[in-house]
């Protein structure tokens, strides 16, 4: 029957021998997306409901070799500390209660609403206001008069966001240490807590979201003009993932590298990006060392647009796993030429597809391969799909997810000493 070789070609895929000979669990994960059910700013949205939704479709199997759990990513600069706080406790409450394995994503680099003390440095009638903010932002040149006001992003649609952080400034460094010491303690504090036979339920902490500069967070030639003008007047037009400097747009990067003294004229280099990216996201899984994080539970976060750019160097460093975003090659990770590069330099435990949805046709044959090819590297920890949203009305795609979990459990019973009696 069809759905019979669908299944023995999904475990044939995964390498289940690898498994039953006692391999590292592996994990399916779905991010929930934020403001879509999970909302940071309001905390009890972060409760069993949404894990349930979850469970009921994919209930638990502790003794599978993969696994399912969740995921959520929180951006502590965007909501008041104690509201963090308080959404990030009520969701390992959850994760606990529920006993469903889960990655904390924290992400400091692309929403920082609640900190206008740090971006404000052009408006005096709003709060924060300060002309010196102009260090923590970045410029399009290499004058602090060159400072952005405004910035793009498109993630399924453009809208208009903050200026993107400097990520070598002082200031804002402080501020996301702060945070990390704010709230990597508490999730530890929780895993050291649970009995041994639930410490599973922390799969890892993760630091970063793509971390670059320029992609996420872009600006338009003369966008600060457009502050005032109609968003609806804003042009809208792709990124060049061939420009790896500034990807078809004003670059970026300036106040980063005059900060550091690397450059006061010039343009940015790949190298120089790739580097201020490189180093920013070290020395946040660094402070997340010193919180107590070992390298088996800490994710670092990259990305590459242009197949083999260095950006996809950045999330390798000697306190992280490395983990990549998977679109274009979520399909066959394999044939993503940076992330090869990368997990075959790094000496880390494990690596992760951070964000991952396969492009393709939402069939179930073509779902299947995808998982089956990113799950077949057994250093491969966690597959994150982006977001459940956005797949939970697909039944095809979840069928595909649910053979594999089944054919992975059946092989290893199959394969044990007792012959799974």
């Not at 104690?82 to 924290?106: D, G, K």
């Not at 208009?160 to 990390?180: F, H, T």
Request: neutral net charge; charged residues 25%; hydrophobic residues 40%.
């Amino acid at each position: 029957m069809r759905a019979d070789r669908l299944a023995r070609s999904v475990a044939a895929a995964l390498g289940l021998a690898a498994a039953a000979a006692g391999a590292e669990t592996q994990y399916i994960l779905f991010c929930r997306a934020p403001g879509q059910g999970m909302n940071q700013a309001r905390p009890e949205t972060l409760g069993r409901a949404q894990f349930e939704e979850v469970l009921a479709r994919f209930p638990n199997r502790p003794s599978a070799p993969v696994q399912t759990g969740i995921s959520f990513v929180f951006s502590p600069l965007r909501t008041a500390p104690e509201t963090t706080a308080r959404a990030l406790e009520t969701f390992l409450a959850a994760a606990e209660s529920t006993e469903t394995p889960v990655v904390v994503q924290i992400d400091l680099e692309h929403w920082w609403e609640a900190r206008p003390d740090l971006w404000n440095w052009w408006d005096p009638a709003k709060p924060g206001y300060d002309p010196a903010n102009r260090a923590n932002v970045e410029w399009t040149g290499g004058s602090p008069e060159d400072a952005v006001k405004i910035a793009w992003r498109n993630w399924g649609r453009e809208i208009r966001i903050l200026p993107p952080p400097n990520l070598a400034s002082p200031r804002y460094l402080a501020a996301c240490r702060d945070e990390i010491r704010r709230l990597v303690p508490v999730v530890m504090a929780w895993h050291a807590r649970l009995p041994e036979g639930r410490k599973h339920l922390l799969i890892g902490i993760k630091l970063g979201h793509e971390t670059s500069i320029g992609v996420n967070a872009y600006h338009h030639p003369g966008g600060n003009a457009r502050l005032d003008r109609p968003a609806a007047e804003d042009p809208v037009r792709p990124l060049d993932p061939d420009d790896v400097t500034a990807r078809g747009m004003a670059p970026l990067g300036y106040a980063a590298l005059a900060t550091l003294g690397v450059r006061t004229n010039g343009a940015p280099t790949e190298a120089d990006l790739r580097d201020v990216a490189r180093g920013y996201l070290a020395g946040l899984c660094a402070e997340a060392a010193k919180a107590g994080v070992p390298r088996r539970l800490l994710f670092a976060h990259g990305a590459g647009w242009k197949d083999g750019e260095l950006i996809y160097d950045v999330p390798v460093n000697p306190h992280a796993c490395p983990g990549w975003s998977f679109y274009k090659h979520a399909a066959d990770p394999r044939r993503d030429a940076g992330v090869q590069r990368n997990v075959a330099a790094s000496d880390a435990p494990f690596w992760a597809a951070c964000e991952w949805l396969f492009q393709g046709p939402r069939t179930e044959a073509a779902w299947s391969g995808a998982l089956a090819a990113t799950l077949a590297d057994r250093r491969c920890r966690y597959l994150c799909v982006f977001n459940w949203e956005g797949i939970r009305a697909h039944e095809p795609v979840m069928r595909a997810i649910d053979a594999c979990l089944r054919e992975q459990a059946a092989d290893l019973r199959s394969n044990s000493p007792t012959g799974g009696s």
